[in-house]
């Protein structure tokens, strides 16, 4: 991770808002993020969302989750997208 992305994911005061072109990074640094509040805080994969703009990238988003994780941690985050949570 270069330090704005290292920055983005050990951030955990707030929201972080991640505006990025295709290609940079974007859906590593969610992951890692995900991967560094569950290992590193302790905080419950159940109190995780994540929400994307289609059913490959949530797909996508929890195979990279798991291999950072335990698989039953990151199937226990809630990645879908936005119209299916909001459904």
Known sequence: LNPH???????????????????????????????YLIQELGVSPKSILGLTFTNKAAAEMRHRLSTFVDPKAAAQVTLCTFHSFCM
């Open 5 to 35: 992305q290292r920055r983005a994911v050990e951030l955990v005061k707030g929201r972080v808002l991640i505006l990025a072109g295709a290609g940079s990074g974007k859906t590593r640094v969610l992951t890692l993020r995900m991967a």
